[in-house]
Nanobody
Framework: QVQLVESGGGLVQSGGSLRLSCGAS????????MGWFRQTPGNEREFVAA????????AHADSAKGRFTISRDNAKNTVYLQMNSLKSEDTAVYYC??????????????????WGQGTQVTVSS
């Protein structure tokens, strides 16, 4: 069983930056494609970014392109989401997710097997 723990959320002003981290335990981190998703009240969880097992292939949602960057450090069992130029519409609970196997990246929530508890990001305008 894989456990995921997000950290790094908080309150930031519009235009500011945050770096989210997601630490994994209980499995072989380097074998898991990873993703970041976010959710606001009353809405479905939406894709933000994803990364392959090795980190060589990445994908970002259109809303994140040019501002957010996903990365991973397999030696530290951690995936990151660097968020720059934050906007009020980025306010959400951010979740990291792990998939048991696969060689690419994945954009859909049902393609992931494990989820963290989420971390709140609030961007004030």
């Amino acid at each position: 069983q894989v456990q995921l723990v997000e950290s790094g959320g908080g309150l930031v002003q519009s235009g500011g930056s945050l770096r989210l981290s997601c630490g994994a335990s209980g499995g072989t981190f380097s074998s898991y494609p990873m993703g970041w998703f976010r959710q606001t009240p009353g809405n479905e969880r939406e894709f933000v970014a994803a990364i392959s097992r090795s980190g060589g292939i990445k994908a970002h949602a259109d809303s994140a392109k040019g501002r957010f960057t996903i990365s991973r450090d397999n030696a530290k069992n951690t995936v990151y989401l660097q968020m720059n130029s934050l906007k009020s519409e980025d306010t959400a609970v951010y979740y990291c997710a792990a998939r048991s196997g696969g060689s690419a990246y994945y954009r859909k929530t049902d393609e992931y097997d494990y989820w963290g508890q989420g971390t709140q990001v609030t961007v004030s305008s």
